[in-house]
């Protein structure tokens, strides 16, 4: 029994779906533990799939100048709207979703991917299924849990190309799917994509597509589900400026929840996105975030990010490089800044124990994934360089030359 | 039926418990046929609360340095935790909480009062109850109906001091209470405030207590239900620094909730919130608006910003020293941006039709805050000086000197 005064509100029955830790949790318990043990050892986290590079000035410049006008009449910005401001979500379309399909009217800016994907799951509310990948970043089945959703999994395996195997799934009213792929590092193929738009018009299901990196994809693989026809009818597309421009911590998102999408009774889900975040979300992202994801989408913007995204992936390079010398076999990494090592015969669990204790590199084991993540591993190719080169000459020594 | 594509998706059955309009709509719809008519007058609104006056630089400058900061490997910064930054959490508790009961590890830094609220209902779910004050903040009612809680309204009449009436008040699990109050501009006086707490602690219930406009109080109101022996027991209180700071475009909040508030079963509500938070909104508010929060809430932060509340409040003193020249019976105003004036014998949107019509200026009809507010207007005093200089002087054309 707990300290407090005991009220007589009964704690809400979904609560008690969501009581195991996440994997955050965890891997903080065994950090801890390695420093109790190895206090003198700087530990190398490459765990987590949060940016590590400044924000390019061309940027930050534009947040300063706006936070400055703040302090001024001609500057001051109070509210903005729940669906945020016209002028950002036309460059969102212009930029990133040209010939589509897409109209700003069905562009949401937010503060970030995380709140798109809570709203819309609350509106949905708890009497939809949804399917999963599995593997896949775990926060989404427990948000599941959270809103009284029923959860199907669908395993992702190699020889599926790490895409849910739909040819047995059963039909659920929603479909997440992330691609490219956390924590796989796979970008789904158009033809892949094609499979799953056709799934969902056939079954009646809405997907819901989480495309937060999709600035990684280099190999001619669809950066938006949008490129599939037919998927503007089916297909509701959450995007995020957090690992587009380093904004894990500035938070700005968006959603494209198209007016062709439409629930069994005809009316379409955007009015209902739009109640719902009116009412739970009615300010919208900080002003300030909004004119840094402003700047972001300028030509010069863009292309001082893809400097960064290639630095991430010049680091995934050098991890997959040294993964092969390993004799590892490993995947994703190349429209990703993941990468899904496979390590037979083991599990995830030992080998992300033992690479913490003889290498003190952290990474996340793959069963925090879910069960078809046992036996690989999620390195995270965010980092600087030099974190990555030491990272790779400390695990040499596990993995010698052959 | 609409032009998509119709998914076997059925709408939640919540949903259909929003349909209503906000009253933001209502209002555009006004301001809409009020400029069809009269292109050529200018509207004064002073229907929305929103910050008008711009943010002291001693804060801008410290957001300007945080994000030229984010351009440079130092200064960097990706997530942050759903709990917020210890250093800004003690600060709040420091400043705002000093000898009340509140540690900082009660607190959770958000990007906004909204957010917070709205996880709080998420959390509790549907099979709680709840009472609101009638007149009341209309997006509360409405999002327990989007979460399918029962909403009991407590009429709050002038001979009550506009308190809710909890003499004849049926036991709820929840009750909500803002002070000073959204709409009527009163603040709860420590008498209301202990009958509310003992209330409360008789019936097993547990209190929202929405403090946003806490800084406004001069009179020696409580700014905090902490302030109540005996509330950190049953009450969770919403912070922000909207109001305070003129952060509504920047965004940042704050809940407490202290670990003694507990449910029926014993269970602290402050690990349910952590949990629900760490899922929806586990990156937490905009690391620049952290920063200038923190800024806030220095010495001097502080000193700056209690100049703007009090230019807000000297706009208040002119409206209400123009309605008591008008012969009209005013409320609030005092320790609030927001003052309830009374219209006996007409209706709250016939007036506001008037002064529209009459005036070109745009208030709140009071009955949008509930059936209570029915015979009232609410009149915000944000806005520059010579706007609501020169609202007083056109309202004269329909209140002519007596």
Chains 1, 2 share one sequence.
Not at 167 to 184: G, Q
Not at 234 to 263: C, H, N, Q, Y
Not at 358 to 378: C, K, N, Q, W, Y
């Amino acid at each position: 029994m707990a300290k407090g005064f005991p009220s007589g509100v009964e704690r809400s029955e979904l609560l008690s779906n969501c009581e195991s830790e996440l994997f955050f949790s965890k891997l903080r318990a065994k950090v801890l533990a390695h420093n109790n043990v190895h206090p003198n050892e700087k530990l190398i986290s490459l765990s987590i799939g949060d940016a590590s590079e400044p924000i390019p000035q061309i940027i930050t410049s534009v947040m300063e100048q706006f936070a400055h006008g703040l302090s001024t009449r001609e500057g001051f910005s109070g509210y903005t709207t729940h669906h945020g401001p016209e002028s950002l979500r036309t460059q969102i379309v212009e930029v990133l979703y040209k010939g589509l399909g897409v109209k700003p009217s069905d562009v949401f800016v937010s503060d970030g991917a995380k709140g798109c994907l809570a709203r819309l799951m609350m509106m949905f509310g708890s009497a939809v299924t949804m399917a999963v990948p599995d593997p896949t970043y775990p926060v989404i089945p427990q948000m599941c849990n959270l809103f009284g959703q029923n959860v199907i999994r669908l395993s992702s395996k190699p020889d599926g190309g790490f895409f849910p195997d739909l040819s047995n799934a059963p039909r659920t009213d929603l479909i997440y799917v992330c691609s490219p792929n956390n924590p796989t590092g796979i970008a789904a193929t158009r033809e892949q994509l094609a499979d799953l738009v056709s799934f969902a018009r056939k079954n009646g299901s809405i997907i819901l597509y989480d495309a937060v990196y999709a600035a990684f994809i280099a190999d001619g693989s669809p950066k938006s589900i949008y490129e599939i026809p037919g998927a503007t009818e089916v297909a509701i597309e959450i995007g995020s400026f957090s690992k587009l421009a380093g904004f894990t911590g500035v938070r700005l998102g968006w959603v494209v929840v198209p007016d062709s999408v439409v629930f069994a009774n005809g009316k379409p889900v955007v009015s209902d996105y739009s109640r719902v975040t009116l009412l739970v979300a009615p300010a919208g992202a900080s002003n300030i975030a909004q004119a840094g994801g402003s700047a972001c989408l300028t030509q010069e913007g863009i292309e001082e990010l893809m400097k960064i995204i290639e630095y991430y992936k010049e680091n995934a390079r050098i991890l997959l490089n040294a993964f092969a010398s390993f004799g590892l076999e490993a995947h994703g990494g190349l429209n990703s800044p993941y990468i899904w090592v496979q390590i037979p015969g083991r599990s995830s669990d030992e080998v992300c124990d033992e690479w913490l204790e003889r290498a003190h590199v952290l990474i996340t084991p793959g069963d925090m994934f879910g069960p078809s993540g046992e036996g690989f591993l999620r390195v995270s190719a965010f980092g600087h360089r030099e974190i990555i080169l030491e990272a790779v000459t400390r695990l040499k020594a596990i993995y010698p030359p052959m």
